[in-house]
């Protein structure tokens, strides 16, 4: 069964900083893996999708590698903003007769102070 | 940009209410999925559709049924709601081999 850790759970930071946000999985049988955003009650805004035969993905400050061989996924925020603070959740679907599932992460919470 | 909509965004009923949960999105993807999300639990999936009329159950799929009639549309159904159905719910759709889009929840209270 697969399982998504991320760590950390929660992270401060002061405006302006770079920051790392770290998802493992223990299924490397993966088809792809996706980054949301959720603000407090609000609903999963996809932020950036890596297919399985891909290292990395780029947005703006947002940039997302992917190493299915380690099990393994690091979201990258540059330059942070007050704007930024929100959950991060990372969210691997499966590859073969699973793949319509997505497994998520509980999530980072992450505060950017101004 | 595809869109999916949730009709309501809260939503208090009483113990033992049937409830309708409806969700809508407007770019013809195949797969359509209704989630709970719970603080400490993370997002659960409840049930998912592949097709018109197709269901399969998810992970907790205890005290919920579902409907898909028309492609556009996945409706989630609390029988005889009960207060440990509180939760937010999250649909979501996708195309298929591409990624998940969500909508922006509904905060549901059963008292």
């Known amino acids: 069964k697969q399982e998504v850790t991320q760590i950390p759970a929660a992270l401060s930071v002061p405006e302006g900083e770079n920051l790392v946000l770290n998802c493992s999985f223990t299924?490397?049988?993966?088809?792809?893996l996706q980054w949301f955003r959720q603000d407090p009650g609000k609903g999963l805004t996809s932020l950036l999708l890596?297919?399985?035969?891909?290292r990395e993905q780029t947005s703006g400050r947002l940039n997302a590698s992917l190493d299915k061989s380690s099990g393994r996924s690091t979201l990258y925020i540059a330059a942070s903003q007050p704007g930024d603070s929100a959950t991060y959740l990372c969210?691997?679907?499966?590859?073969?007769?699973?793949?319509?599932?997505?497994?998520f992460g509980k999530g980072t919470l992450l505060t950017v102070n101004p | 940009d595809v869109k999916v909509t949730q009709s309501s965004r809260y939503l208090v009923k009483r113990t033992g209410e049937k409830v309708f949960l409806e969700c809508v999105q407007d770019?013809?993807?195949?797969?359509m999925f209704w989630y709970r999300q719970d603080p400490g639990l993370g997002l659960r999936l409840i049930y998912f559709?592949?097709?018109?009329?197709?269901?399969e159950k998810g992970d907790i799929p205890e005290g919920y049924s579902v409907s898909r009639e028309k492609k556009e549309r996945f409706s989630l159904i609390l029988e005889s709601a009960s207060t440990n159905q509180t939760s937010m719910y999250l649909c979501?759709?996708?195309?298929?081999?591409?990624?998940?889009?969500f909508g922006s929840g509904t905060r549901l209270t059963v008292v």
């Open positions: 770019m013809d993807h195949e797969n």
């Open positions: 969210a691997v679907r499966g590859s073969g007769g699973s793949n319509y599932k997505l497994t």
């Open positions: 559709s592949y097709d018109v009329k197709m269901k």
């Open positions: 299924d490397s049988a993966i088809y792809n």
């Open positions: 890596i297919q399985s035969s891909q």
């Open positions: 979501a759709s996708t195309p298929g081999p591409g990624g998940y889009t």
